[in-house]
């Protein structure tokens, strides 16, 4: 079946830092890739997203590429901010379909000043 | 645009008693709605898909009777919690996605802020 694992966290980094949070899928065919934050008392919301291999997702600074050769979808940002701390979701799903979303557990990310 | 609420945000609740949790689509028409439940430290777990004016689809695993699930309207969907437990106790998230427009883009799902439910 289909299933994201993510690196297990939490993240604690200063402000300015270069930040890498993996991820990697297991699917049959070719899904499309998400990486979804959720902030402090909010629902999550759609960072980025890649559809095929070699997309680039990139959203406030932060990128993803889909790597279909690793089965990989990392997250990086080259500098952050104490506004990005939040948790952070790697998901996959089908474009076919329901298009239900499969989500991995989460990584906790917090910058200190 | 496109914000989703959920109400309430907390309950606690005795054991054996029912409770509802509500999922609203503020600023656009929800075909579609799902319902997921998150653990402390693990990632969110699809509970069902509900389609409006439709019997919800559950996945495996998952008790019908026990999470009943209405979308009566297409901005309102239910779950409701019948003879809740302690082992019930969660963190309960719903989405809502628009109609899909193509079969070959992704339809975005929007999230509510979830809901922490605890059966003493």
Redesign the interface.
């Known amino acids: 079946g289909n299933s994201?694992t993510q690196m297990e966290g939490p993240v604690t980094l200063s402000e300015e830092a270069f930040l890498t949070i993996n991820c990697t899928y297991t699917a049959t065919g070719y899904p499309?890739l998400f990486w979804?934050v959720q902030y402090p008392?909010?629902?999550?919301?759609?960072l980025l997203?890649a559809?095929k291999a070699d997309d680039k997702g990139s959203n406030k600074g932060f990128e993803a590429t889909y790597r279909k050769e690793t089965t990989s979808f990392h997250l990086e940002k080259g500098s952050v901010q104490v506004s990005d701390s939040a948790v952070y979701?790697c998901a996959l799903?089908r474009?076919?379909g329901?298009?239900?979303?499969?989500?991995?557990?989460?990584t906790r990310l917090t910058i200190n000043p | 645009g496109a914000v989703?609420s959920q109400h309430p945000s907390w309950v606690i609740c005795k054991s054996g008693t029912s409770v509802k949790i509500e999922c609203r689509s503020l600023d656009f028409q929800a075909t579609?709605m799902?319902w997921y439940r998150q653990f402390p430290?693990?990632?969110?777990m699809?509970m069902a898909?509900s389609n409006e004016g439709s019997k919800a689809?559950y996945e495996q695993g998952v008790e019908k009777d026990k999470f009943l699930i209405n979308h009566a309207s297409l901005t309102l969907s239910t779950l409701t919690v019948t003879s809740a437990h302690p082992e019930d106790s969660s963190f309960y998230?719903c989405?809502a996605?628009q109609l899909?427009t193509s079969?070959?883009?992704?339809?975005?799902?929007?999230?509510?802020?979830?809901t922490r439910l605890t059966v003493l």
Do not use: C, D, M, W
């Open positions: 994201v499309s979804y008392g909010e629902g999550l919301q759609l997203k559809t979701f799903t474009i076919q329901a298009q239900k979303l499969v989500f991995g557990q989460g | 989703v579609t799902f430290k693990q990632s969110l699809l898909t689809t998230i989405s996605r899909k079969g070959s883009s992704y339809n975005e799902q929007f999230f509510g802020p979830g």
